[in-house]
Nanobody
């Protein structure tokens, strides 16, 4: 079965950095787009960044210049490097996989989701 497992979430001070990882199994990873989304309490899940099978990237305006998405197909893993973290980045971060291979930025098209990892940024 398909499984996505996020790791790397932590408590960090504003201005700090974290690197999230998502390891995938049970799917042809190299043919899927891989996305990161986040959800804060009381808010809808929102797009953060996505990377296509060939490395095409789209990211939310709120994180451009601070967050970088990357993938290692040999390791079936997608990463999210987060720098200059702000309190408003606090959320549960979810990894998602889309079989279309397109850099989609909405939640609906994604086929599989991880269970999330908590990122908390203190002021």
């Amino acid at each position: 079965q398909v499984q996505l497992g996020e790791s790397g979430g932590d408590l960090v001070q504003a201005g700090g950095s974290l690197r999230l990882s998502c390891a995938a199994s049970g799917l042809p990873f190299s043919s899927y787009s891989m996305g990161w989304f986040r959800q804060a309490p009381g808010k809808e899940r929102e797009f953060v960044a996505v990377i296509s099978p060939r490395g095409g990237i789209r990211s939310a305006d709120s994180v451009k210049g601070r967050f970088t998405i990357s993938r290692d197909n040999a390791k079936n893993t997608v990463y999210l490097q987060m720098n200059s973290l702000k309190p408003e980045d606090t959320a549960v971060y979810y990894c998602a996989a889309d079989r279309s291979g397109l850099p989609v930025t909405t939640t609906a098209p994604y086929d599989y989701w991880g269970r999330g990892t908590q990122v908390t940024v203190s002021s």
